[in-house]
């Protein structure tokens, strides 16, 4: 239950609706109790042919309040829980952009694309169950517990109830071995799905190079062995959480066999009514749900858990390249100086710049020229700050660009890269939106990529 504490930031911050949310259910479970203390007395009742009119309609009156009560409070605490855990995953989408947006090249280098896009969206989407669906398991499986277990030794027999909960530690032992397989397994699956995003990310991008060269029949075998690698992993996930509706269910039915026999004993003692016999197996009956429940909790807590894991270690990545204390807000301008003795890329030996020596008086024009991989791009990616970690320095107006923050430095650069990225917005090139097929054939031709923005 880790993943919780790891939560406990985002659930001080929500805790007026949690907090809402859980004394709801905390009342429904309370309210869940009457129907079955109602059905006792009336068997008492019968049994003893005392039953009348009057108090049969007061019982049915007790019972409408009570399912009316828990209808209304059922629709409010999903609003309250559920409602929170969304607010979650749009938070921790938004952290993951920004956090893409300050990373320098050397990051994505690192980083497969596809692998990026399962984090903000399968990952999160994993956690956002763990706030909502897993708070809502987690209380409702607690608080329906132990009240019925309440409600059987206090008002039935607490002899009986210590009986019957004889065999749960073993459920608490083995579910537990449970949780930490899945926990194992679901990191693998969390894993493999990553390599698959990226696998179709790079298959569809790519998708005019793979069909010049002829090779779709290569490409579709590679992702259908990396997709039988991700259904194989999910299913090893599914053997495992298959065991806890057996175990749990074999728990059960060891308690009801309990229940059942020594029960009957106590009947035939006078220690019990019939009445109550039957109300305290059908609290029994209601325990069925909590059990299951920590079996589907385990299943939902390990997998946010190992999305948790993943989505902080992305974000407890270094920003390599961020503005310093004392960095000025103005745009740079005037005259630029080049003094760069070396530099090499992360992870390069070789060094893609040596002894490059210029100055660029304002209003000037130079043009660099020379083979692929001279280091002409290099140029313009250490004058916008893309990297860093250079030997020398580089100046614009007599100050060095560590001087500038990042946004006012970039301000003052118009860059087109090898590589055209056209942004379009449809909503202010059209007055009608069937005109957007003829934009798109007029710009995409002329743009390797291609987005549609619906608004700015």
């Not at 009570?66 to 629709?75: D, I, K």
């Not at 938004?94 to 956090?99: E, F, I, V």
């Not at 399968?122 to 398991?137: F, R, S």
Request: glycine share 10%; aromatic share 12%; with cysteine.
């Amino acid at each position: 239950m880790r993943v919780f504490l790891d939560l406990m930031w985002f659930f001080k911050a929500e805790k007026k609706a949690y907090l809402l949310g859980i004394m709801m259910l905390l009342f429904i479970a309370f309210l869940e109790l009457i129907p079955l203390r109602v059905i006792g007395m009336v068997v008492d009742e019968i049994g003893m042919g005392t039953l009348t009119f009057q108090k049969m309609l007061k019982w049915m009156i007790i019972l409408i309040l009570a399912g009316g009560g828990m209808y209304v409070l059922r629709y409010f605490w999903r609003i309250m829980i559920f409602g929170s855990s969304v607010k979650l995953a749009k938070l921790l989408r938004k952290r993951l952009y920004d956090h893409f947006t300050k990373m320098s090249p050397n990051f994505y280098q690192k980083r497969r694309t596809g692998d990026l896009m399962a984090l903000a969206t399968n990952d999160i989407q994993a956690i956002q169950q763990t706030a909502g669906a897993g708070v809502l398991t987690l209380v409702d499986s607690l608080a329906t517990g132990g009240f019925v277990i309440i409600a059987m030794a206090s008002t039935i027999s607490w002899k009986l109830t210590l009986i019957c909960l004889i065999p749960m530690p073993f459920m608490a032992i083995l579910t537990g071995w449970y949780g930490r397989m899945l926990h194992k397994l679901f990191h693998k699956a969390q894993e493999a799905f990553s390599a698959l995003n990226d696998k179709s990310q790079e298959s569809i991008s790519g998708i005019k190079v793979i069909k010049t060269f002829g090779q779709e029949k290569e490409d579709i075998e590679d992702f259908r062995k990396q997709s039988e690698g991700v259904v194989n992993k999910n299913i090893s996930v599914a053997k495992v959480d298959a065991l806890f509706d057996p175990t749990i269910s074999l728990i059960v039915g060891v308690s009801f066999f309990l229940a059942i026999a020594f029960g009957s004993r106590f009947v035939i003692h006078g220690e019990m009514t019939i009445g109550n016999l039957v109300a305290f197996t059908t609290y029994l009956g209601l325990l069925i749900w909590p059990m299951l429940g920590f079996g589907h909790l385990f299943n939902i807590v390990e997998r946010g858990r190992a999305s948790l894991d993943r989505v902080n270690r992305l974000l407890g990545e270094r920003i390599e390249i961020k503005d310093q204390t004392e960095a000025s807000g103005s745009i740079p301008a005037g005259e630029i100086e080049f003094r760069v003795k070396e530099f090499s890329f992360p992870g390069e030996q070789e060094p893609q710049l040596k002894n490059l020596l210029f100055t660029l008086p304002k209003g000037a024009t130079l043009g660099i020229v020379g083979r692929t991989g001279a280091g002409k791009t290099s140029i313009l990616k250490l004058l916008i700050r893309e990297f860093e970690g250079y030997k020398g320095e580089i100046k614009i107006g007599g100050k060095a660009l560590q001087a500038y923050k990042i946004d006012q430095l970039r301000e003052a650069i118009g860059y087109v890269p090898q590589d055209h990225f056209l942004f379009i917005n449809w909503n202010l090139c059209c007055d009608v939106r069937v005109k957007c097929k003829t934009c798109f054939d007029l710009f995409s031709g002329h743009a390797t990529h291609f987005y549609h923005y619906g608004d700015l």
